[in-house]
Antibody, heavy 120, light 107 residues
Framework: QVQLVESGGGLVKPGGSLRLSCVASGFTFTDHYMNWIRQAPGKGLEWVSYINRGGDVIHHAASVRGRFTISRDNAKNSLYLQMNSLGVDDTAIYYC?????????????WGQGTLVTVSS | YVLTQAPSVSVAPGQTARLTCGGDNIGSRNVHWYQQRPGQAPVLVIYDENNRPSGIPERFSGSNSGNTATLTISRVEAGDEADYHCQVWDSNVHHCVFGGGTKLTVL
């Protein structure tokens, strides 16, 4: 069955860095664009980044541009999010999500998320 | 592009819940809806306005016209209590956009 398993979250001080990972299984990873979406405590969903199948096209939300970088390793069925210069506003659960293979930009499957807490 | 959802909607069991998502000419866009039960990850329930993924009950349906998209849940059950998020893709800026979410309470 389709699985997306995130890891790498934790407690980090303001200004610090973290690298999130998402391992995919149960489907052909290279058929899908992938995304990171986050959810601050008690808040709604906020899209963070997406990456195309080959990994050569990426886009980030304005709130993270220049600080976060999405990447993927198709040989390892893995998606990553390198997060630098973290601030308290980056505290959230970070979800990786798969897009449909038809290119309709539908987030058809989500992982369970990993919690990032930025605090001194 | 901004999507606007009411913060909360309450409905009695067995009744019909209508959750709206407002946006400028949203009727021209493909709208998707996600259900998020407490402490869980979001799950796709409606895509492209009125299509249900496998496993989603027929009680869930969608519509989209003008400036409002609507998720309709018929014969509401206690298990439908969740946050519901609408979403579109803004191809002009290569961004995915979410509404603020609506908390559905089953009385």
């Amino acid at each position: 069955q389709v699985q997306l398993v995130e890891s790498g979250g934790g407690l980090v001080k303001p200004g610090g860095s973290l690298r999130l990972s998402c391992v995919a299984s149960g489907f052909t990873f290279t058929d899908h664009y992938m995304n990171w979406i986050r959810q601050a405590p008690g808040k709604g969903l906020e899209w963070v980044s997406y990456i195309n199948r080959g990994g050569d096209v990426i886009h980030h939300a304005a709130s993270v541009r220049g600080r976060f970088t999405i990447s993927r390793d198709n040989a390892k069925n893995s998606l990553y999010l390198q997060m630098n210069s973290l601030g308290v506003d980056d505290t959230a659960i970070y979800y990786c999500a798969r897009e449909d293979s038809g290119g309709y930009r539908i987030l058809d499957f989500w992982g369970q998320g990993t919690l990032v807490t930025v605090s001194s | 592009y901004v999507l606007t959802q009411a913060p909360s909607v309450s409905v009695a069991p067995g009744q019909t819940a209508r959750l709206t998502c407002g946006g400028d000419n949203i009727g021209s866009r493909n709208v998707h809806w996600y259900q998020q039960r407490p402490g869980q990850a979001p799950v796709l329930v409606i895509y492209d306005e009125n299509n249900r993924p496998s496993g989603i009950p027929e009680r869930f349906s969608g519509s989209n016209s003008g400036n409002t998209a609507t998720l309709t849940i018929s014969r509401v059950e206690a298990g439908d209590e969740a946050d519901y998020h609408c979403q579109v893709w803004d191809s002009n800026v290569h961004h995915c956009v979410f509404g603020g979410g609506t908390k559905l309470t089953v009385l």
